[in-house]
C-alpha cells in the first residue's frame, strides 16, 4: 500500500479558533442587508457552508435577490480583515502543516471563505508558507458537503483522491471527504459534537490535529517499503 502524499485541510475550527470573529462579522453584515438578524447559535449551526447560504436560509432574502446578496458578500468582506485580528491559531497546528510540508506532502486548504479572506487570514497566522494551495468558494460551483472542492483540492496537489488525507471538524466536511473518496479524518475541535462528525462515517477521528503528524508518519514508511 503506498503512503499518503498530500493533505487537504479545512480553516475555521481546525487550522484556527475563528468562530466568534466570523459571528461578529456576519452580524454586521446581515444588519447591513435585513432587517432579520440570526442569532449566534443559528449562524454557528451553519458554519462551513457560504455566508451567502447562511443569508438566503436563515432570513426572508430570496436567492434571487442578487443585488441584496452581492451587498451582503462584500460588507463580510469588509468586516472579515477587521473581526479575525482577534483569531488564534488552534494548538499544534502551525507546527502540524510545517511538519508535513517538511516531508514534502503538498498541502491544500479548503475552505468555504472568499479567496480574498482566507489569503489574509492564512498569512496573518503564518500558514501561507506551508499551504501552497487553495480552493475556496470562488473556486466551485458546489460547496461542502458536496464533494467538488474536494476533489478539486486533490487535483491542485497532483494527485489521486485516495492518495490524499482530508480533515475537518464539521459534518459538511467529512461528508464531504467521504464521498470524495480521500482518507477522511475527523477532528472535534470545533462547534460540532462528537456524534455529528461520526454519523457521516470518518475513516478516523483525532483528538487533536497534531496527531495528523503520526498518520503520515506511518505513510511515509508504507512509502518506503
Given at each position: 500500500?503506498?503512503g499518503y502524499?498530500?493533505?487537504?485541510?479545512d480553516?475555521?475550527?481546525?487550522?484556527?479558533?475563528?468562530?466568534?470573529c466570523?459571528?461578529?462579522?456576519?452580524?454586521?453584515?446581515?444588519q447591513?442587508v435585513s432587517?432579520?438578524?440570526?442569532?449566534k447559535?443559528?449562524?454557528?449551526?451553519?458554519f462551513g457552508?457560504?455566508?451567502?447560504?447562511?443569508?438566503t436560509?436563515?432570513t426572508?432574502?430570496?436567492?434571487?435577490?442578487?443585488?441584496t446578496?452581492t451587498q451582503?458578500?462584500?460588507?463580510?468582506?469588509?468586516q472579515?480583515?477587521?473581526?479575525?485580528?482577534?483569531a488564534?491559531?488552534?494548538d499544534?497546528?502551525?507546527e502540524?502543516?510545517?511538519?508535513?510540508?517538511s516531508l514534502g506532502?503538498?498541502i491544500?486548504l479548503i475552505?468555504?471563505e472568499?479567496?480574498k479572506n482566507a489569503?489574509?487570514?492564512?498569512k496573518?497566522?503564518?500558514l501561507d508558507?506551508?499551504?501552497?494551495?487553495?480552493?475556496?468558494?470562488?473556486?466551485?460551483?458546489c460547496?461542502k458537503?458536496d464533494?467538488?472542492p474536494?476533489?478539486?483540492?486533490?487535483?491542485?496537489c497532483?494527485?489521486n483522491?485516495e492518495d490524499?488525507?482530508?480533515?475537518?471538524?464539521?459534518?459538511?466536511d467529512i461528508?464531504?471527504?467521504?464521498t470524495?473518496?480521500v482518507?477522511?479524518v475527523?477532528v472535534?475541535s470545533?462547534?460540532?459534537?462528537l456524534?455529528s462528525l461520526?454519523e457521516?462515517?470518518?475513516?478516523?477521528?483525532?483528538?487533536?490535529?497534531?496527531?495528523l503528524?503520526s498518520?503520515f508518519d506511518h505513510s511515509?514508511?508504507?512509502?518506503?517499503?
Amino acid at each position: 500500500m503506498s503512503g499518503y502524499q498530500a493533505l487537504l485541510t479545512d480553516l475555521d475550527g481546525t487550522l484556527i479558533h475563528s468562530q466568534d470573529c466570523i459571528c461578529d462579522a456576519l452580524f454586521a453584515a446581515f444588519q447591513k442587508v435585513s432587517r432579520v438578524i440570526p442569532s449566534k447559535e443559528q449562524i454557528m449551526g451553519m458554519f462551513g457552508l457560504p455566508v451567502e447560504v447562511m443569508l438566503t436560509t436563515l432570513t426572508d432574502i430570496s436567492q434571487d435577490n442578487k443585488e441584496t446578496i452581492t451587498q451582503f458578500i462584500e460588507e463580510y468582506k469588509r468586516q472579515y480583515p477587521i473581526h479575525m485580528e482577534h483569531a488564534r491559531l488552534i494548538d499544534g497546528a502551525l507546527e502540524t502543516m510545517q511538519y508535513i510540508e517538511s516531508l514534502g506532502c503538498p498541502i491544500c486548504l479548503i475552505t468555504s471563505e472568499r479567496r480574498k479572506n482566507a489569503a489574509h487570514i492564512l498569512k496573518q497566522m503564518g500558514l501561507d508558507r506551508y499551504i501552497r494551495y487553495m480552493v475556496s468558494r470562488d473556486d466551485v460551483t458546489c460547496f461542502k458537503p458536496d464533494p467538488e472542492p474536494i476533489l478539486k483540492g486533490a487535483a491542485a496537489c497532483g494527485m489521486n483522491p485516495e492518495d490524499c488525507v482530508y480533515i475537518g471538524e464539521s459534518p459538511f466536511d467529512i461528508k464531504a471527504g467521504v464521498t470524495a473518496g480521500v482518507y477522511t479524518v475527523a477532528v472535534p475541535s470545533g462547534n460540532w459534537s462528537l456524534d455529528s462528525l461520526m454519523e457521516q462515517s470518518p475513516d478516523c477521528v483525532v483528538n487533536e490535529i497534531k496527531e495528523l503528524c503520526s498518520i503520515f508518519d506511518h505513510s511515509e514508511k508504507r512509502r518506503r517499503i
